[in-house]
């Protein structure tokens, strides 16, 4: 199968792009026999660029850390039926759960939280490297939660921002968004469980549709429809305009830094789909992803278009954040349509990497879902150092 998506890839015209996309998956093709076929983009070389972005400080090495394992990574569709239609994806959810209280009493990240105008948006580490969030009215004490997966560690900043929680917002069902709405929704008698109906969300108590808006306080959130990683899937976006700020974007598994999720209910197209309904809100939009994903993500960024200097930059600045264990979020919907690969399925230069020798006519007969499932494959094949 890596042979396969390997051979593929290799079909672009960009002559640059496919000497380093040959050289990341040759590996995997050699040693297909013995070898996992997950390291067939493990190691890669970049091209020079013209402009060299500013090195890491000499007195600094960064080490990256070793994360948490993901029930949703490389699993068969076997397993994924297992962890989303019965008790059993819970159990291991709940061991997830005391792992990471174990290894990271304080989380995971170090996060900041944003102040706006009367609005607060408080970053929660979670698990191995989820994120929950509070979004708080400050003038009225309420508070919005969104994917509260760890109950105790939503309650504890709760406290400790002496709030009243009154509402959860949940993306999807998986156990790592939506394992706490059970325990916060008993503590907390008056909040409400909002998601979508076709998710199956545990202890949902008002559906919502694309489009449909959550009022809180001051606080107006727009619920949008995004299937693609499950059936229900959906973002939901603050409004900045009652507070004189930016918008928040708040993506669940659709969107991450540089990365997007992947599509377990749904096809390329229905991805594309959804990608495209967060293509279309505003630069200044601030992005709050569901996990810290950001330097693998930007790893296998500089695979596919290694001549970026945005990602190279961006990268730079992960390093630093992550070498100190600082969260990355947030970013901005304009920053990651200058590096995230999943946001670029109309560049010329992802399409002649990626794409198929052109036909007798000239035209390629790549269409960007196309494009967006090549490089979904690859994705699940990279292995970042």
């Known amino acids: ?9 290799l079909k672009g015209r960009g002559a640059r792009n496919a000497r380093v996309l040959r050289g990341i998956l040759s590996g995997a093709t050699a040693n297909k026999a013995s070898q996992n076929r997950t390291r067939a983009l493990q190691s890669h070389s970049s091209p020079e660029c013209k402009e060299e972005p500013e090195p890491l400080s000499p007195e600094l090495e960064y080490i990256p850390r070793k994360r948490g394992k993901n029930p949703m990574k490389a699993v068969g569709l076997a397993w994924y039926s297992l962890y989303t239609r019965t008790w059993l994806g819970y159990l291991f959810y709940r061991q997830q759960l005391r792992r990471a209280r174990n290894r990271y009493p304080k989380g995971h990240s170090r996060t900041q939280p944003r102040l706006f105008n009367g609005v607060k948006v408080l970053p929660i580490p979670v698990l191995s490297d989820n994120y929950s969030y509070l979004i708080i009215d400050t003038q009225a004490r309420l508070a919005v939660a969104v994917d509260p997966s760890d109950p105790q560690a939503v309650q504890a900043s709760i406290e400790k921002e002496g709030v009243n929680l009154v509402a959860i917002l949940c993306t999807h069902k998986h156990w790592d968004h939506s394992g706490g709405n059970r325990d916060l929704s008993r503590r907390h008698q008056d909040c409400r469980v909002y998601g979508s109906p076709q998710d199956g969300i545990p202890y949902l108590t008002h559906p919502l549709c694309d489009q449909d808006v959550v009022s809180v306080g001051r606080l107006q959130i727009q619920a949008l429809a995004t299937p693609g990683h499950t059936q229900g899937h959906l973002v939901y976006l603050l409004d900045g305009e009652p507070y004189k700020g930016p918008s928040c974007l708040f993506s669940g598994d659709l969107l991450f830094l540089s990365g997007c999720g992947r599509t377990f209910e749904g096809t390329a197209e229905t991805m594309l789909s959804s990608l495209d ?12 992803p569901g996990h810290e994903y950001a330097e693998e993500n ?6 596919v278009e290694p001549e970026n200097l945005a990602r190279e930059r961006k990268m730079q600045w992960v390093q630093r954040q992550r070498m100190e264990r600082r969260s990355t979020c947030p970013s901005t919907l304009g920053e990651e349509r200058s590096y995230n690969p999943f946001l670029r399925t109309h560049c010329l230069v992802l399409q002649e990497a990626l794409g198929p020798d052109p036909g007798p006519t000239g035209d390629n007969g790549y269409s960007r879902a196309q494009l967006l499932e090549k490089l979904r494959q690859l994705k699940d094949l990279h292995k970042s150092k």
């Open 298 to 303: 930007l790893g296998f960024a500089g695979v």
């Open 1 to 9: 199968m890596a042979a396969v998506v390997a051979a593929t890839a």
């Open 277 to 288: 309904t967060v293509l279309g809100l505003g630069d200044d939009t601030l992005l709050w």
